[in-house]
Nanobody
Framework: QVQLVESGGGLVQPGGSLRLSCAAS????????MGWYRQAPGKQRELVAD???????NYADSVKGRFTISRDNAKNTVYLQMNSLKPEDTAVYYC????????????WGQGTQVTVSS
C-alpha cells in the first residue's frame, strides 16, 4: 500500500520559516519524481516545486528564491524548506509522487495546512 505522509505544517508569522516533510512508503522512492502542490481556499491546486528522480528541481515563480525542495532517497523523504513566508503562501500543501513507465503512477498525500498570519 502506497502512503505519502506530510508533516511540518502550522501557523507562522509573515517572514517566518517552516520545513515540510513527506515520508513515502510502498514505492521505490528513488524512481519517482516528487513534488509539492498547494491549494488555497477557492483556488485551484497549483505546483509549488518538484524534483526529478535525478535531482533536477523546478519552482513556481511565486516561490523562487524563498522555497527549496530536496529529497533524501535513503530516508524515502522529500522536503520543502519555506523561508520568508507571506500571507499568500497560506494553503493546504500536498505531497505528490509521479512515475511514468508506459503508464503513469500518481500518488498524493493527505495534505498539511500552512497558515501565514500575524
Amino acid at each position: 500500500q502506497v502512503q505519502l505522509v506530510e508533516s511540518g505544517g502550522g501557523l507562522v508569522q509573515p517572514g517566518g520559516s517552516l520545513r515540510l516533510s513527506c515520508a513515502a512508503s510502498g514505492i521505490v522512492f528513488s524512481f519517482y519524481a516528487m513534488g509539492w502542490y498547494r491549494q488555497a481556499p477557492g483556488k485551484q491546486r497549483e505546483l509549488v516545486a518538484d524534483v526529478s528522480s535525478g535531482g533536477i528541481t523546478n519552482y513556481a515563480d511565486s516561490v523562487k528564491g524563498r522555497f527549496t525542495i530536496s529529497r533524501d532517497n535513503a530516508k524515502n523523504t522529500v522536503y520543502l524548506q519555506m523561508n520568508s513566508l507571506k500571507p499568500e503562501d497560506t494553503a493546504v500543501y500536498y505531497c505528490n509522487g509521479k512515475l511514468r513507465v508506459g503508464v503513469q503512477f500518481d500518488y498524493w498525500g493527505q495534505g498539511t495546512q500552512v497558515t501565514v498570519s500575524s
